[in-house]
T-cell receptor, first 111, second 116 residues
Framework: ELKVEQNPLFLSMQEGKNYTIYCNYS?????LYWYRQDPGKSLESLFV?????AVKQEGRLMASLDTKARLSTLHITAAVHDLSATYFC???????????FGTGTRLQVTL | NAGVTQTPKFRVLKTGQSMTLLCAQD?????MYWYRQDPGMGLRLIHY???????AKGEVPDGYNVSRLKKQNFLLGLESAAPSQTSVYFC???????????????FGPGTRLTVL
């Protein structure tokens, strides 16, 4: 059974600082996703990582995947308030493309 | 395209009542999913469907039933609601690509259900 662990659960950071969110998964996964969720809203897809060593970047966010370590990271560079949200990683397995989600990281960027 | 829509957006039930949540997608996607989201637990898969007329259990199926009579619709039923089913429910859909390239899931806006 695939398990996905994310840490930290909560992250309060100052604007301009850097930080990394970690996502570990327990068994082989076809691909790894990162989503953003704003309060009371649905999930917005940020990145999909397909293979070992994959790196994707969008603005101040960069995601990477190490399939050997079963680890994905979401790195935040020079955080701004607009990045405040909850971030989820999710691993996909099986022929039905099922997703197993991590518990989420609530990011709060303060001035 | 409306994408993935969910009806209703909010609902309050009393214990023992029944209701059906409707998910509709206009993207001609093969796969559809129902998740529930509880505080501190991320999203958990309830049931899913890989095509019209087919359904399968996910991680937390107890107390729920589903039907996929039409390709574009996926219904989630609660026969006898319990307070433990208070949650936010998300529907998602996905497509089958040749060569099994990544199959992104597209999420609906969610239904907030409270069972008293």
């Amino acid at each position: 059974e695939l398990k996905v662990e994310q840490n930290p659960l909560f992250l309060s950071m100052q604007e301009g600082k850097n930080y990394t969110i970690y996502c570990n998964y327990s068994t082989t996964s076809d691909r790894l996703y990162w989503y953003r969720q704003d309060p009371g809203k649905s999930l917005e897809s940020l990145f999909v990582l397909l293979s070992n060593g994959a790196v994707k970047q969008e603005g101040r966010l960069m995601a990477s995947l190490d399939t050997k370590a079963r680890l994905s990271t979401l790195h935040i560079t020079a955080a701004v308030h607009d990045l405040s949200a909850t971030y989820f990683c999710a691993a996909m397995t099986g022929t039905a493309s099922k997703l197993t989600f991590g518990t989420g990281t609530r990011l709060q960027v303060t001035l | 395209n409306a994408g993935v829509t969910q009806t209703p957006k909010f609902r309050v039930l009393k214990t023992g009542q029944s209701m059906t949540l409707l998910c509709a997608q206009d993207m001609n996607h093969e796969y559809m999913y129902w998740y529930r989201q509880d505080p501190g637990m991320g999203l958990r898969l309830i049931h899913y469907s890989v095509g019209e007329g087919t359904t399968a259990k996910g991680e937390v199926p107890d107390g729920y039933n589903v039907s996929r009579l039409k390709k574009q619709n996926f219904l989630l039923g609660l026969e006898s609601a319990a307070p433990s089913q208070t949650s936010v429910y998300f529907c998602a859909s996905s497509y089958l690509t040749p060569g099994r390239l990544y199959n992104e899931q597209f999420f609906g806006p969610g239904t907030r259900l409270t069972v008293l």
